[in-house]
């Protein structure tokens, strides 16, 4: 019992401080940024007392929720102290030196910033861009280097917490097969990035096929070498689009997407839906996690506007609004559910 209040109020202290590390860093970066390129379009926002109380609520649920996971099983306790540091190390230093490009490219508004040696006609139009004034968009290894650190940084450190509410679902919907040797399972996670819920997933289901899938050859070959060392079957990697999965009809029997839907247009979204209804097998479950939306959350709604003010998102402002239980539903999917976790909306539903 002692041991299990001590290991609790080690997490909430790490978790607290990310929080902190992620809320300095930002301040000195757009102090800096302000002394140095004044912008006047990029003032910082000022949160009022309320909101920030709710902030802190919201976040206390989700760590609240990450606990009672991990001690409830889902998965294991270990997951929730699994900090990648030394690769931190390696990609603070790169996010500062190459801030300075962000900031240049976000001032003149330059969102077609890409390396040179691309094929453009390989990509979706959509996708060529520098979603968050990210020097080189999603198509280098330089940007696949520092992205987890970004998105740590971002959400204030509770990005991999946020990535876990995908499993619960995930593992009650696998229920629906429960007849079936584990190893016969498949999970696909679409548009997977550097691997962070790769890693989560396989903590939670060691014996289950995983399989990653990114648009991104530059983004899978960073996952490839962040889920290396994993215990437990291969990981595979396949580069593809979410809007053509190269697998066949009823052969998967879950999907997971995280963070994938606001970098959308709204038909691109349609279609990736659709193509997952396509791979699903009749009972099997797909989950979605993806920012919060308007309707939900509207507390937040603040956040969700300096979000797609301050950050290259195009797509944010109509995926805020956008009905996506009704569009799951549509599409033939049942059992839809919804809920928000502090800056994340988990959907999940069965085919
Ligand atoms: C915001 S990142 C999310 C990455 C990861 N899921 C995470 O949790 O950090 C979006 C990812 O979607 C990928 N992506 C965008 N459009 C895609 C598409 N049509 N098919 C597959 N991947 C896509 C990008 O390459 C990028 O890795």
């Known amino acids: 019992m002692a041991r299990e209040k001590i290991s609790k109020i080690a997490y909430k202290t790490l978790q607290q401080g990310k929080s902190i590390a992620g809320l300095a860093h930002k301040e000195l970066s757009s102090r800096i940024m302000n002394l140095l390129l004044p912008d006047e379009n990029f003032r910082n926002f000022n949160i009022d007392k309320n909101l920030l109380i709710d902030i802190q609520n919201s976040m206390d649920y989700l760590r609240e929720e990450d ?109 629906n097969f429960s007849n079936r040797k584990k190893s016969s399972l498949k999970i696909l996670d679409v548009a997977t990035g550097s691997g962070r819920t790769l890693k989560q997933l396989r903590g939670a289901f060691k014996k289950e096929r995983i399989i990653g899938l990114d648009l991104s050859g530059s983004y899978l070959k960073e996952a490839s070498r962040f889920i290396s060392d994993l215990d437990g079957d291969l990981i595979e990697l396949v580069k593809g689009n979410a809007e053509k999965l190269p697998f066949e009809d009823n052969s998967l029997q879950a999907i997971s997407c995280v963070y994938l839907f606001h970098e959308l247009p709204r038909p691109v979204r349609e279609n990736v839906l659709k193509e997952f209804f396509r791979v699903l097998e009749p009972e099997g479950i797909l989950v979605l996690a993806d920012s919060i939306q308007v309707n939900d959350s509207p507390d937040f709604i603040q956040i969700m506007e300096n979000f797609h003010k301050s950050f290259h998102e195009p797509f944010y402002s109509d995926y805020i609004k956008d009905d996506i239980n009704s569009k799951i539903k549509e599409i033939g999917f049942n059992n839809i559910i919804s809920n928000s976790f502090f800056m994340t909306k988990v959907w999940s539903a069965i085919k």
């Not at 931190?88 to 976000?106: A, F, G, S, V």
């Open 67 to 175: 606990w009672n996971d991990a001690e409830n099983n889902i998965y294991p306790l270990k997951l929730l102290f699994d900090e990648p540091w030394l690769r931190y190390l390696t990609q603070y230093p790169k996010i500062w030196l190459d801030m300075p490009n962000t900031w240049e490219r976000r001032r003149k508004q330059n969102f077609k910033d890409l390396p040179k040696n691309i094929d453009d006609e390989s990509y979706p139009k959509y996708y060529l861009r520098n979603f968050h004034h990210q020097t080189d968009g999603y198509l280098s290894d330089f940007s696949a280097s520092i992205y987890d650190l970004q998105v740590e940084i971002l959400f204030n450190g509770t990005a991999d917490s946020m990535r876990r509410r995908i499993i619960k679902p995930l593992k009650e919907g696998l229920n």
